[in-house]
């Protein structure tokens, strides 16, 4: 959505805030520092993640530098995740919406297993600004909610829960393609969504610490966890109505969402490939997975075994 902030603490209304350092206090030397128990989901690469950003690149330059509402870019950005989710066994829809005179569209992917009445819904909007490709906002959300459904049809997944993932058209102008799936849901469809977690710009060059929407304590728990386990720092920020977590928020759903923030490239022409990081799209990437695993209760979770014991003298 149109906004001037930057992702800074003053601008966003910071709240809890989880200052990590990788050394829980209490830790002896002789006692190696428990992470966060960890969820065996995959470690998913970055170039996986990475090649679909530099896919909405190449869209937004053949199609007149953006990918915004009602743009080809726009459609030909929809026609790419949807091709890749197609030929991995999902079951798509391609809804349409009309915005201002012109056809949007969201996408959106059932991964067919698991309990239909529980649904774990991982979503990003798919549109950029008119101003340029929008690759950090938010080629690099699509990127890494498409490379985990990807990760999910790879493992052949059976989870406990059902895995839903959304691309939402028109997000810039106002939340539209967001609201309007909500909208259209029957309420007995809507009660079936048990969480919804959002990712908006998470491929920031340069990123340090990691916002993780304060939403749900409980549901961002989720992601404190993983970056916890992998020594990164997360602070909890509210981004209120900026994104389409908001559009479920106001439905009754469960939100969260992670973020690792804007850049001075934000709505412009050099939110381009080379404004995002390969290692914090890794991170995006796998944040999102840990939470699908986890949240939708893919076998193989589980605690790994804590710090090695001493043999036995
Ligand atoms: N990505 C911003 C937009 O779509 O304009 C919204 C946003 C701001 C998301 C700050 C996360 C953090
Ligand atoms: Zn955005």
Redesign the pocket.
Known sequence: ???KAL?GAAA?GVGLVTALTGVPGGASASTPAPVAAAVLSPDIPAANSMAHAQQFQSIAAANSGNRAHGKPGYRASADYVKAKLDAAGFQTTLQSFTHQGATGWNVIADWPQGDPNQIVFLGS?LDS?PAGPGIN??ASGSSAVLETALAVARADAKPTKRLRFGWWGA??LGLIGSKYYVSQLPSAERTKIKSYLNF??VGAKNTKTW?VYTDSTTLGATFTEFFRSKNIATKG?N?SG??DHASFKSAGIEVTGI?S??DPC??SKCDDINNIESSVMGHSTNAAAYAAWKLAGIPGVAAQPGPRQRPAA
């Open positions: 959505m149109k906004h992702l966003l909007h600004v906002d938010n997000e810039e908006d710009m916002g920020i981004i900026r994104s973020t923030g804007d934000y709505h």
